[in-house]
């Protein structure tokens, strides 16, 4: 939250969207994979109101984010790293994808990536558990060299 405040604080370089905390959060992930070399796409409507917690919201995306930049940190191989966000807030329902470049190591345990984070990682599973909060659902997967997070939340 302190870094979302931090770039809400700084002033958007970028209007991706017209919901302030998905703006922030977009300006952020943005300008973090931007000072390390990291190519980012950013498709995204989400409007100002879409009944979803601000907390709740941060929490899907900026685990979502926060996930594909290191993702794309752990490749060890030269070439282009890059990050592709695609959002939309349609019939009450925020649709998220996000793809990301990512090493060849990733193992699954069941539906679930298994962190490679030193201590754990608790993202993907908070980004499920919110989901469900808002009877939506969330799934991840690699395919050709990248990891792909999708999210559905219902808003209220």
């Known amino acids: 939250m302190k870094s979302v405040d931090s770039a809400m604080d700084d002033g958007n370089a970028n209007t991706f969207c017209t919901n302030p905390i998905a703006n922030s ?3 952020l992930y943005s300008r973090r994979a931007e000072e390390e070399g990291i190519k980012t796409t950013f498709r995204v409507s989400v ?3 879409i009944g ?4 709740d ?3 899907v995306l900026g685990n979502a984010l926060e996930n594909a930049l ?3 940190l752990r490749v060890k191989e030269k070439g282009e790293k890059e990050i592709v ?6 019939d009450n ?12 190591d990733i193992v699954f345990k069941g539906e679930m990536p298994v962190t490679q984070k030193e201590g754990g990682g608790t ?3 908070s980004i499920l558990y919110t989901a469900e909060r808002y009877d939506g659902t969330a799934g991840f997967s690699v395919a050709d060299g990248k990891f792909i997070t999708q999210i559905v939340l219902n808003g209220n």
Do not use: M, W, Y
């Not at 979803?52 to 907390?55: E, M, T």
């Not at 329902?93 to 060849?104: A, I, K, P």
């Open 123 to 125: 993202g993907t599973k």
């Open 52 to 55: 979803i917690d601000h907390v």
């Open 25 to 27: 959060i977009f300006n």
């Open 57 to 59: 919201l941060t929490c």
């Open 85 to 90: 966000v695609l959002a939309k807030f349609i």
């Open 70 to 72: 290191e993702g794309c």
């Open 47 to 49: 409007p100002e109101k």
């Open 93 to 104: 329902r925020l649709r998220v994808q996000v793809e990301n470049t990512c090493s060849t």
